[in-house]
């Protein structure tokens, strides 16, 4: 009961905000105009810790369609990375400079089913890192049931993870009152994999060893990390 007033208030002032926000002027300057680096993918190194990006040979499956992708996304990156024990992860993240109701990142539970994938669990988590924890979603996927895909993945807005639709209204309107319009970034990661726990951990691995070699600029840009 307590749960459902604190939501609905919450809620209230969701609308409340939207509300005053329509009544002024929308926000015209873009934050990603205001960022140093735009692009994201020289952030991203190709190699760090037992971990190595390999040729891609036959292109990477990617559930999002490519005409929605050129639309949306202002850039998108993918690789395949292998550590020094053969494992294998694949990373895609797609950016967007904006990141209002009509452009933000499309998530997985909702591109790999349009693409044929079977979603059989979707939880929520924390991924731990030496600089702080970033909530992630986990899901278990699988095409034809042959190619089973765990899935491990988390959304920013800005400058922050966004664990919630709530979370990320509230921040458009932080940006918003400041005159700005959010950019965003969705950076996914995922193996085939029959064992999802394993994948899980193997998942939470690289995205830690990623985010320990990179400096905090990119750790925030790239994760919501505030260290």
């Known amino acids: 009961m307590i749960s459902s007033m604190k939501t609905a208030a919450v ?17 015209t300057r ?9 692009r994201i993918e020289p952030l991203i190194p190709l190699q760090f810790g037992t971990w190595r990006a390999v040729p891609v040979t036959g292109g990477i499956v990617n559930p999002q369609v490519e005409d929605f992708v ?19 992860v694949i990373l895609s993240i797609a950016y967007g400079k904006n990141q209002g109701d009509d452009f933000q990142v499309h998530k997985p539970e909702v591109c790999y089913p349009a693409q044929g994938f079977e979603v059989r669990s979707n939880q929520k988590g924390q ?25 491990t993945y988390w959304t920013t807005l ?15 309107i932080r940006y918003a009152m400041d005159g700005l319009v959010a950019d ?14 394993r994948a899980f951990a193997l998942h939470e691995q690289f995205a830690r060893d990623l985010l320990a070699h ?5 750790r925030r840009r790239l994760a919501g990390l505030a260290q």
Request: net charge neutral.
């Open 158 to 172: 800005g400058d922050f993870a966004v664990a919630s639709g709530i979370d990320k209204k509230m921040l458009d």
């Open 127 to 151: 991924l731990q890192t030496a600089s702080g924890s970033i909530p992630v979603r986990r899901l278990e996927t699988v095409l034809g049931r042959q190619r089973f895909e765990p899935v």
């Open 30 to 38: 873009m934050l990603a105009d205001t960022r140093q680096q735009q």
């Open 11 to 27: 809620m209230a002032a969701i609308m409340i905000g939207t509300s005053v926000l329509a009544s002024a002027a929308k926000p």
């Open 184 to 197: 965003g970034l969705l950076f996914r990661v995922s193996s085939i994999d029959r064992d999802s726990p």
């Open 214 to 218: 990179v400096g905090a600029g990119e």
């Open 70 to 88: 050129n639309k949306v996304y202002a850039e998108t990156v993918s690789k395949i990375y292998e550590n020094d024990r053969g494992e294998r």
